[in-house]
């Protein structure tokens, strides 16, 4: 169990520093993966790394998936990705995005 957790701390430092490097340097700005972004008319459907990350947790967990190097990259990439001021923009209109034009 201590290993599993040591495995898990260190790859979500690694998740963490590769999604930093890999993200928008600020909010609404692309970087070197954009993210999935839909347009339905005048609103946006923006799914976040830290958002679809998750759901890939879930599914993990579902199927009972368990190797601490995978969860720890994917908890690192999450909380980075919260760190931005517009983590929670997920369903918007689109002329109501406060930051950078998307």
Excluded at 11 to 17: E, K, L, N, R
Excluded at 35 to 40: D, T
């Amino acid at each position: 169990m201590l290993v599993w957790i040591l495995i898990f701390i260190i790859c979500a430092i690694i998740g963490y520093v590769v999604a930093k490097l890999t993200s928008g340097p600020s909010e609404g700005v692309t970087g070197k993966w954009p993210s999935l972004r839909f347009s339905i008319g005048e609103y946006t459907i923006w799914l976040h790394h830290w958002f679809y990350l998750s759901m890939v947790i879930i599914i993990l967990i579902f199927f009972r998936i368990s190797y601490a190097w995978l969860y720890g990259l994917f908890f690192g990439a999450i909380i980075q990705g919260l760190g931005y001021k517009d983590f929670y923009y997920l369903f918007f209109k689109t002329k109501n995005y406060p930051y950078k034009k998307i």
